[in-house]
């Protein structure tokens, strides 16, 4: 399968800390990789692999994985934080899988 | 620097053809697999197909399969993405992408700033 899910939606409060989560059964298999989108950008990545990050990307941002759930974690939010976020995978066959439909965070 | 420069944003009208591209620069653009995403207004991401410009392999999404076509030209280190008649439902934002291949992972590390694609009458 390839079908990866996000809650719409999500809201934390200013220097909070806030878990975005990707569920599909690839994730069983295969890392998920996260990626910022900010309204009229290119997205950016975020966090790949086990946990890595690129260079440049705060260490607030921190990924991890528990059987079919990849989370993004951001510790200690910011205003600057306020964006969609897609996490994608490839698919339980290892072909190119498909994006997560995205979260929208809202930092209040 | 790494970077793909994407080309301008395009007006159509529903029929025309059109071709956008995606080209390469600071890498070995033959080594790498591009994607091409799209996003619709207010919409999230979807990828359409990848081409590997070293030998030219490409793949399709399901989704896309017959209604676009991919391709790549690796002596100008450009990948294209074309439209033999474009509908109004082509209106999106296209976005190209470097994707690196690990081995349970596979991730989108270096992305263009995308191309606006408006059709209408």
């Known amino acids: 399968s390839s079908e990866l899910t996000q809650d719409p939606a999500v809201s934390v409060a200013l220097r909070q800390t806030v878990r975005i989560t990707c569920q599909g059964d690839?994730?069983?298999?295969?890392?998920a990789s996260w990626y910022q989108q900010k309204a009229g950008q290119a997205p950016v990545l975020l966090i790949y692999?086990?946990?890595n990050r690129p260079s440049g990307i705060p260490d607030r941002f921190s990924g991890s994985t528990s059987g079919n759930t990849a989370s993004l974690t951001i510790t200690g939010a910011q205003a600057e934080d306020e964006a969609d976020y897609y996490c994608?995978?490839?698919?339980?066959?290892?072909?190119?899988?498909?994006f997560g439909g995205g979260t929208k965070l809202t930092v209040l | 620097e790494v970077q793909l420069v994407q080309s301008g944003a395009e007006v159509k009208k529903p029929g025309e053809s059109l071709r956008i591209s995606c080209k390469g620069y600071?890498?070995?653009?033959?080594?790498?697999?591009i994607v091409w995403v799209r996003q619709m207004p207010e919409k999230g991401l979807e990828w359409m197909g990848i081409?590997?410009?070293?030998?030219?392999?490409?793949r399709y999404s399901p989704s896309f399969q017959g209604r676009v076509t991919i391709s790549a030209d690796k002596s100008i280190s450009t990948a294209y993405l074309q439209w033999g008649s474009l509908k109004a439902s082509d209106s999106a934002m296209y976005f190209c992408?470097?994707?690196?291949?690990?081995?349970?992972?596979?991730?989108?590390?270096?992305w263009g700033r995308g191309t606006l694609v408006t059709v209408s009458s």
């Open positions: 992408a470097r994707i690196v291949l690990g081995g349970r992972y596979w991730y989108f590390d270096v």
């Open positions: 600071g890498y070995s653009f033959t080594n790498y697999w």
């Open positions: 081409v590997y410009p070293g030998d030219s392999n490409i």
């Open positions: 690839s994730l069983g298999t295969f890392y």
């Open positions: 692999g086990r946990n």
């Open positions: 994608y995978s490839r698919d339980s066959s290892g072909n190119m899988g498909a």
